[in-house]
């Protein structure tokens, strides 16, 4: 974390170029960046685009024939649709499977992301601005939490509290606010200091607006790095969890439930249920990672120069 | 040293209470702690029993006084399932998770540290490049589908190695473990491996900038001006220097392996901690689920305890008093 604020005294220099343009740029001078990226809105395309044009509905009982079950990928159904992945145990097509499942997996992930870029938002700046008592008890309760792994703190949560998406989400956001909160922070208390801040303070402006258009916009950058590590760090801990059966129920089947149902036939050789659901994982993980990392180097100030 | 060491036993012992705290609160928020706490099947005796015994009949802080009275003598209720005492269980299972986690550190670190100094070293180079992608590919991998591909490949196709349960068990100098057995090992390697993934990618990157950075300095320089042999200057001059973040992290690792230990345990049917709370989390076995709780938090902080100590010691620069 410390790589993301270290370098950030030193003023920015402002470029001919629009700072969009630039970032855009920037971003394209790696070309596996660039793949990532496409890859990454093909990945979002297909969880939200890709259910209305599934050869099935998972979810309805009608569109599957159990006669169909465990056929290898590549089979011909009674109908003469064609099973590219094979099906499941129940006849379900697992292209569709995979399709809604990523929808799934992917809006906990994001979903979960979004909230704990909130609270620890709210958390870490408090902190900043408040100083003294406040920050303190706040800057505990943080360590608190990273002093345990975000895998244990979710699990626990789980354990007490048992399946559902509402229950998922809140484990996911409780094992991850503090992150943010820690990486808000750092950085607002060093924007504090500076010379814009107290501008703002002396021109009497009110507190909301010195927080909302002055404070928060100059934590971003780094905010935004953490986040996306952070969507796909939950994507990972949520098909983590649904594998072990303690996240989402079996009426929400993420890619997590899906390889966990093809884990007990894997042992017979029918590897397609748990292999290609997991590609799928990989690929959206991977892909959010690389796009991250090549925001890193970009919004770090240290390499700005 | 004492002041902190004792400083640093006061805030854990806080942080047990208020963890105990969140616990006492989960346990009977989530509904009545009769029915959390006593088997459905358990005869009117018992019942009576355990009311006693947890102090059920009593107000709610005084309940939560006899809780912590409980936690202290190790009376953490018994399995629904087993029958037999919450903490006997997780403490008969601990040893396996313990020499699983560690087995996967130990491959971690003597995997990762030579690959991350090959790749910082030989940074342009093709192997060098290829260590780097490596280590990024494993970090967008779960551990759980890793396993499960392990398993497809060297013990479904391959036929090599079994894929569930501890094996045989030896006992060496008093110490139970499959470690001292072939078959015991043959039970380890894959499990080990497949928990030491993440960690092995996550230490490749660090030793890989770590020495990267470091063979730009100065004092790099002058020991290569000395004219030293290239084994000493990266073995003593380099990894002297890097080693420091390289342990803060291997130790809070360890505390991560320990944690994902429950996804590897699970898929490779491995008789600890992990797989217990699982099952016991499935059939609602909730004695076991607060044990659990209580047992992990006490390790983990115990850990950090111990991370901190080892990172005064490697680091002079790092005042204790003053953390």
């Not at chain 1, 008592?133 to 048992?162: H, K, N, Q, Y």
Request: include cysteine; charge should be neutral; charged fraction near 15%.
């Amino acid at each position: 974390m410390a790589d993301l604020t270290a370098g950030d005294q030193r003023t920015k220099v402002e470029r001919p170029t629009s700072g969009f343009r630039l970032f855009v740029a920037r971003y394209a001078e790696r070309k596996l960046s660039v793949v990532a990226l496409v890859v990454l809105i093909g990945v979002v395309l297909v969880a939200y685009v890709g259910p209305f044009f599934t050869p099935q509905d998972p979810f309805d009982l009608a569109q599957i024939d159990i006669l169909d079950n465990m056929l290898p990928p590549g089979s011909e159904s009674m109908t003469g649709m064609t099973y590219w992945l094979g099906t499941d145990d129940q006849g379900r097509d697992l292209v569709s499977a995979i399709v809604y499942g990523l929808r799934i997996s992917l809006t906990v992930g994001v979903l979960s992301g979004f909230l704990a870029v909130i609270i620890g938002c709210v958390a870490g700046i408090t902190a900043a601005y408040a100083g003294g008592w406040g920050e303190r008890v706040i800057m505990r309760t943080v360590d608190l939490f990273l002093g345990f792994p975000s895998f244990l703190i979710a699990l626990i949560c789980l354990a007490v509290l048992g399946r559902g998406v509402d229950k998922v989400l809140f484990a996911l956001v409780l094992s991850q606010w503090a992150n943010f909160a820690r990486v808000i922070r750092s950085v607002a208390v060093i924007e504090r200091e500076k010379e814009y801040m107290s501008a703002a303070g002396g021109l009497m402006l009110p507190r909301h607006r010195i927080i909302f258009r002055h404070l928060l916009p100059n934590c971003l950058p780094p905010l935004i790095v953490v986040a996306t590590v952070n969507v796909a760090f939950s994507i990972t801990l949520e098909a983590s969890l649904s594998f072990l059966g303690v996240g989402l129920p079996v009426t929400e089947p993420s890619l997590g439930l899906l390889i966990a149902n093809g884990y007990e036939y894997i042992i017979t050789g029918d590897y397609w249920l748990s292999v290609y659901p997991g590609i799928a994982l990989v690929v959206t993980i991977g892909s959010i990672n690389l796009v991250a990392d090549r925001l890193r180097d970009i919004l770090n100030p240290r390499n700005d120069q | 040293m004492t002041i902190f060491l004792i400083r640093r036993l006061m805030q854990s012992f806080v942080v047990l209470l208020i963890m105990s705290l969140v616990v006492f609160a989960g346990v009977y928020a989530i509904g009545n702690p009769v029915d959390v706490l006593i088997s459905p099947e358990a005869t009117e005796l018992q019942r009576e029993q355990t009311i006693q015994q947890l102090g059920l009949d009593r107000p709610m802080w005084e309940q939560y006084l006899i809780f912590l009275k409980n936690i202290a003598e190790g009376k953490l209720g018994t399995s629904f399932v087993h029958n037999r005492p919450a903490i006997t269980l997780i403490l008969e299972r601990f040893p396996a998770t313990f020499e699983l986690a560690f087995s996967a550190l130990v491959i971690a670190v003597f995997l990762g540290i030579p690959l991350g100094l090959w790749a910082g070293l030989r940074a342009d180079s093709f192997s060098g490049r290829s260590i780097i992608s490596g280590s990024i590919i494993l970090f967008s991998m779960p551990t759980f589908w890793v396993g499960l591909l392990m398993i497809i490949a060297f013990a479904i196709n391959l036929n090599w190695l079994p894929t569930s349960g501890r094996g045989e068990v030896g006992t060496f100098l008093g110490i139970r473990s499959s470690l001292f057995t072939i078959d015991g090992l043959r039970h380890l390697v894959l499990p080990a491996t497949n928990l030491a993934l993440y960690p092995l990618a996550l230490i490749i990157r660090l030793t890989a900038s770590g020495t990267s950075e470091t063979m730009s300095l100065d004092f790099m320089r002058s020991a290569r001006a000395k004219g030293l042999h290239a084994p000493r200057i990266v073995f003593v001059h380099l990894l002297k220097n890097i080693l420091i973040p390289i342990v803060t992290v291997i130790g809070l690792q360890f505390s991560v392996i320990l944690a994902f230990a429950v996804v590897t345990e699970s898929i490779f049917s491995w008789p600890g901690m992990g797989r217990l709370i699982i099952e016991s989390i499935n059939l609602l076995d909730r004695p076991v689920i607060v044990a659990y709780i209580l047992v992990t938090i006490l390790i983990f902080m115990l850990i950090n305890l111990l991370v901190d100590v080892l990172y005064s010691f490697l680091d002079p620069r790092v005042r204790l008093e003053k953390m």
